[in-house]
């Protein structure tokens, strides 16, 4: 598998003129060999030539770490007084493109730049985005089996199995990050928990604040899952739930009409749409409702290795689904000073239609 993937990269780097490829830190490096770098001072560094064999550059205490794979590249670790850079540059020769990885540290660029100062670089996606962006089926299982993870702990939620009214935010955030990990995930990646008010602000930061009786919760959590070859593919979900019997008419108006407005972009989701347009599935709705100028964000993100990656579901965006396309449906409503509203699956493109991701029940879920 990843041997293969280092072809494709290879013969995107042959197109786009790219003499060698350069992964560091971030979700580039386990995709393409197994292997994440740790985010320290010390650098970690994969030298990959169009023409050659591949190097993993390494800090010489992390080498213990590294699942040796010889087939995909030889391992070149560093000791603490040499230099990392020189050592890097030196692999790369006489380099007139490098493409270098979006999540490298700026510092390390810097140094690079300064060694090598008839080298031009480039960001790395321009390789390996586009390849990323198409799951095969084993990566679209993976994906599935953590939204069904994720799915779990949304029915927990909404059949009021987790306790909220009394609660901090924050207790409810850390007992979903708790159930996140519970269900077979490696890593937390957001726990969001937004009582009321606080849920007009789509990234809201769970804290302090008691969740009451008679009113909405907004929940967006999710994590990663690692298999044994190293790579993690994340889960993402948002549900809402209302904390007792009677909500509130105004927020269940707008609420049918978020419901039929996601319900509305997955259904278009069809191979060959253009991103775009799924977005403007989403938003017609809600603009014709009246809530336009209250759903202040793109309707969805592509998701994988990465929590967000390509392909953007954004106005703007021409590219057309491809099959083995993942990314998040997730319109929201949000009103400054009263609630928040978002929906969100995680959907496939596939050749016979949108798949969904993510089965929790899409109503608003009512307690008490
Ligand atoms: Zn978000
Ligand atoms: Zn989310
Ligand atoms: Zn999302």
């Given at each position: ?162 306790p909220l009214v009394g609660q901090t935010?924050?207790a ?38 008691v969740i009451r009786a ?29 904390t ?125």
């Amino acid at each position: 598998m990843f041997a293969s993937r280092l072809d494709r990269a290879r013969a995107r780097m042959e197109a786009d003129g790219v003499d060698v490829l350069m992964l560091s830190v971030g979700s580039d490096l386990p995709y393409f060999c197994g292997y994440e770098a740790m985010p320290l001072e010390r650098i970690t560094m994969l030298v990959v030539p169009r023409e050659g064999d591949a190097t993993l550059v390494i800090p010489g205490l992390e080498r213990a770490r590294v699942h040796e794979r010889p087939e995909i590249f030889s391992v070149a670790p560093w000791g603490e007084t040499e230099d990392p850079i020189a050592k890097i540059a030196d692999l790369a020769g006489a380099a007139d493109t490098v493409a270098i990885g979006d999540h490298m540290w700026a510092g390390f660029l810097v140094d690079l730049t300064n060694q090598m100062p008839n080298t031009s670089f480039r960001r790395a996606s321009s390789i390996t985005s586009p390849i990323r962006q198409v799951k095969d089926a084993e990566e679209v299982a993976r994906l599935r089996k953590a939204g069904a993870a994720v799915d779990r702990i949304a029915t927990r939620l909404q059949r009021g199995e987790i306790p909220l009214v009394g609660q901090t935010e924050a207790a409810v955030s850390a007992e979903l990050g708790r159930q996140i990990l519970e269900e077979g995930h490696d890593r937390v990646n957001f726990a969001i928990v937004a009582a009321g008010e606080n849920a007009a602000s789509p990234h809201h930061h769970a804290g302090e604040r008691v969740i009451r009786a008679g009113e909405p919760v907004l929940c967006d959590f999710g994590g990663t899952m690692i298999g044994d070859d190293g790579i993690g593919y994340c889960s993402d979900i948002t549900r809402n739930i209302w904390t007792d019997d009677r909500p509130d008419r105004e927020y269940l108006e707008a609420y049918a009409v978020l419901h039929e407005a996601q319900a509305a972009a997955v259904r278009a989701a069809t191979v060959g749409t253009p991103c775009q347009d799924v977005d403007r599935a989403a938003r017609q709705r809600i603009v014709d409702a009246g809530f336009g100028s209250y759903f202040v964000h793109r309707t969805g993100h592509g998701i994988g290795v990465e929590a967000h990656e390509d392909p953007y579901i954004v106005e703007g965006n021409t590219q057309p689904l491809a099959h083995g396309n993942a990314f998040s449906v997730e319109p929201g409503i949000y009103i400054e000073g009263k609630w928040g509203m978002r929906l969100e699956d995680i959907v496939a493109a596939a050749d016979d239609g949108p798949d969904p991701l993510n089965r929790a029940d899409h109503h608003l879920a009512v307690l008490g």
